[in-house]
């Protein structure tokens, strides 16, 4: 089956995936770094350098018990999120530089739809640059590029 992006000019298609890569987007992709390696859904946190945080649907019990780690949880709200499936909690404990942007790109070429599921709300974005400036967890450098990304990004 032809995908959607061969029938359109290429510089309209890197345009359009342009304008969708960016911090804030929410990507479904096979994390191989997870345990057990499983499609996940992401927030890209930056694109240079391409580092995203983890979507999980829940908190897990070491991060519940740990206050510093706990600080680091951001809550999403199905209800403003409509590619999710219930309430999901983004994890910014750690950004991860898992994924070559290159690769990435050529990815969302091929399967836009299902890999691409939307942004975070202006609102929880906010959330998150609020954590991370207190984030004990984060490195301050990794700090500057995620904060910077997200108000760059989405004119906050």
Same mark, same amino acid.
Request: hydrophobic content about 40%; glycine content about 2%.
């Given at each position: 089956? $032809?995908?959607?992006? %061969?029938?359109?000019?290429?510089?309209?298609?890197?345009?359009?995936?342009?304008? *969708?890569? &960016?911090?804030?987007?929410?990507?479904?992709?096979?994390?191989?770094? $997870? $345990?057990?390696? &499983? *499609? @996940?859904?992401?927030?890209?946190?930056?694109?240079?350098? =391409?580092?995203?945080?983890?979507?999980?649907?829940?908190?897990?019990?070491?991060?519940?018990?740990?206050?510093?780690? +706990?600080?680091?949880?951001?809550?999403?709200?199905?209800?403003? *999120?409509?590619?999710? %499936?219930?309430?999901?909690? =983004?994890?910014?404990?750690?950004? *991860?530089?898992?994924?070559?942007? %290159?690769?990435?790109?050529?990815?969302? +070429?091929?399967?836009? %739809?299902?890999?691409? @599921?939307?942004? +975070?709300?202006?609102?929880?974005?906010?959330?998150?640059?609020?954590?991370?400036?207190?984030?004990?967890? +984060?490195?301050?450098?990794?700090? &500057?590029?995620?904060? $910077?990304?997200?108000?760059?990004?989405?004119?906050?």
């Amino acid at each position: 089956m $032809t995908s959607f992006s %061969s029938l359109l000019p290429q510089s309209i298609v890197q345009s359009v995936i342009s304008n *969708h890569l &960016k911090a804030g987007a929410v990507l479904r992709i096979f994390c191989d770094f $997870t $345990t057990p390696p &499983k *499609h @996940k859904f992401v927030m890209v946190a930056s694109v240079t350098p =391409l580092q995203v945080f983890i979507i999980n649907s829940e908190i897990h019990p070491y991060i519940r018990n740990n206050p510093d780690l +706990l600080a680091d949880q951001v809550d999403i709200p199905q209800a403003d *999120h409509s590619f999710l %499936s219930h309430d999901s909690i =983004l994890n910014c404990i750690q950004a *991860h530089q898992a994924f070559n942007i %290159s690769h990435l790109q050529q990815a969302l +070429l091929s399967d836009f %739809s299902q890999i691409y @599921k939307g942004n +975070l709300r202006p609102y929880v974005l906010r959330n998150v640059i609020d954590v991370i400036e207190k984030s004990v967890n +984060l490195p301050p450098i990794t700090k &500057k590029q995620i904060i $910077t990304a997200i108000k760059a990004d989405n004119e906050l």
